[in-house]
């Protein structure tokens, strides 16, 4: 049980990897992660860097309610727990275009990913996607998909920690214009028909 904890959250701070100090210790940085889950990588980030503003979002209502249990046991302020689907949040005007890092852990391809965590992220902010395997197929493939929601690929930072088992990677996406309002698409066309 303790090396799975060790595991998920060595895994999550990896994120910090694609940071600069400047951004690590900024009390304003507002963060975003797609598909939480459980939380991972979102709470032990806020946890490592304290200020930032932290919404951790997933589709699902028993995971959201799970997630207002353990901020509130972590004692954790300036969090937010959004239960909705990224397709339609992404278009709220209080989510959109909105945070300085997105962050998502291996909830789908890269190409769908992008679509649907571009949106929440301002120019001039981040996308950090961790990804686990053989990713250079997916990254060619999501190229169309970055430039289409106003990304840049910036990086693919190979993570090399003994600690974590197997090849894993953050894919590192720059936010350099606007999304165009059409995306992300309708619930589920991201995932039936990528960019």
């Known amino acids: 049980y303790q090396e799975v904890q060790l595991k998920h959250f060595l895994?999550?701070?990896?994120?910090?990897?694609?940071?600069?100090?400047?951004?690590?210790?900024?009390?304003?940085?507002?963060?975003?992660?797609?598909?939480?889950?459980?939380?991972?990588?979102?709470?032990?980030?806020?946890?490592?860097?304290?200020?930032?503003?932290?919404?951790?979002?997933?589709?699902?209502?028993?995971?959201?309610?799970?997630?207002?249990?353990?901020?509130?046991?972590?004692?954790?302020?300036?969090?937010?727990?959004?239960?909705?689907?990224?397709?339609?949040?992404?278009?709220?005007?209080?989510?959109?275009?909105?945070?300085?890092?997105?962050v998502s852990r291996a909830v789908a391809l890269l190409s769908v990913l992008v679509e649907l965590a571009l949106p929440f992220c301002r120019i001039g902010g981040e996308f950090v996607a961790q990804k686990k395997g053989e990713i250079r197929q997916e990254i060619i493939k999501a190229n169309k998909a970055i430039d289409t929601l106003g990304g840049k690929l910036s990086q693919v930072r190979k993570i090399e920690l003994e600690e974590l088992s197997g090849e894993r990677y953050l894919v590192i996406i720059d936010k350099i214009c606007a999304t165009p309002e059409k995306y992300p698409r309708r619930l589920g066309v991201p995932k039936r028909r990528p960019i």
């Open 11 to 102: 895994d999550s701070i990896t994120v910090t990897l694609a940071l600069t100090k400047e951004e690590m210790e900024r009390p304003d940085l507002s963060i975003i992660d797609i598909g939480t889950g459980a939380g991972f990588p979102g709470i032990p980030l806020k946890i490592l860097l304290g200020q930032p503003r932290l919404v951790l979002l997933d589709s699902t209502a028993k995971k959201a309610t799970f997630l207002h249990h353990v901020t509130q046991r972590l004692e954790l302020s300036n969090v937010e727990i959004v239960s909705g689907r990224a397709e339609e949040i992404a278009h709220l005007p209080l989510y959109r275009q909105q945070f300085d890092l997105v």
